[in-house]
């Protein structure tokens, strides 16, 4: 039973518009929330975190969103590179239990 | 600055057999992960071990053991490989309420 989802498979943006993926999550106790970006042959990279305390966190072109009422987060990218095409991934941990979604592949358009 | 370091990299087995996969860190981190990824199904957690001395099952354990030999290296064990198993395997380690750092992987091919 898959406790974080990424309902969309993969989500195509034209360069210098907005990105934006979403996470759903179903355990109520997951207490930190992170964004990773992952390229082919290689181990996933920390993109962005946020805590459960919190609803929004901003890195440069990044935001993360938290909803803890609808249980769902959301990765905002402004504005979307050619470079930041990958796989993104985002997971959710409950004490050192930490679960991924089965990600979303961004193609960003020049 | 190593990070996390996985070997092997490839490894091709046949039904029945067993093997070791390695992970070790340098970074003096608390939480070691054991995850597999095949297509679809993005990452699932076979064990964690939140310290030295403990592990803890995850989402798919069955077939798996893993050793927490010290805070340093985190082992993951087939005993009799499946296909089923032929996956990528990432470590990952944490300090703890942090982002995880993982490993380049493991391409394990069970035939």
């Known amino acids: 039973d898959q406790q974080v989802k990424q309902n969309s498979p993969s989500l195509s943006v034209q360069e210098g518009r907005i990105s934006i993926l979403n996470c759903d999550y179903t355990?109520?106790?997951?207490?930190?929330f992170l964004w990773y970006k992952k390229y082919p042959a290689e181990g996933p990279t920390f993109l962005i975190s946020?805590?459960?305390?919190?609803d929004k966190n901003e890195d440069g072109r990044f935001t993360v969103f938290l909803n803890k009422s609808a249980k769902h987060l959301s990765l905002h990218i402004v504005p979307s590179q050619p470079g930041d095409s990958a796989v993104y991934f985002c997971?959710?941990?409950?004490?050192?239990?930490?679960?991924f979604g089965a990600g979303t592949r961004l193609t960003v358009k020049p | 600055n190593a990070g996390v370091t996985q070997t092997p990299k490839f490894q091709v087995l046949k039904t029945g057999q067993s093997m070791t996969l390695q992970c070790a860190q340098d970074?003096?981190?608390?939480?070691m992960y054991w995850y597999r990824q095949d297509p679809g199904m993005g990452l699932r957690l076979i064990y964690y071990?939140?310290?030295?001395?403990?592990?803890d099952k995850g989402e798919v354990p069955n077939g798996y053991n893993v050793s927490r030999l010290n805070k340093r290296e985190f082992s993951l064990r087939l005993e009799s490989a499946a296909p089923s198993q032929t996956s990528v395997y990432f470590c990952?380690?944490?300090?703890?309420?942090?982002?995880?750092?993982f490993g380049q992987g493991t391409r394990l091919t069970v035939v």
């Open positions: 970074m003096n981190h608390n939480s």
């Open positions: 990952a380690s944490t300090p703890g309420f942090a982002e995880a750092f």
């Open positions: 946020i805590s459960s305390i919190k």
């Open positions: 071990s939140a310290s030295e001395g403990t592990t």
């Open positions: 997971a959710a941990s409950e004490d050192n239990d930490m679960r």
């Open positions: 355990n109520s106790m997951f207490d930190y």
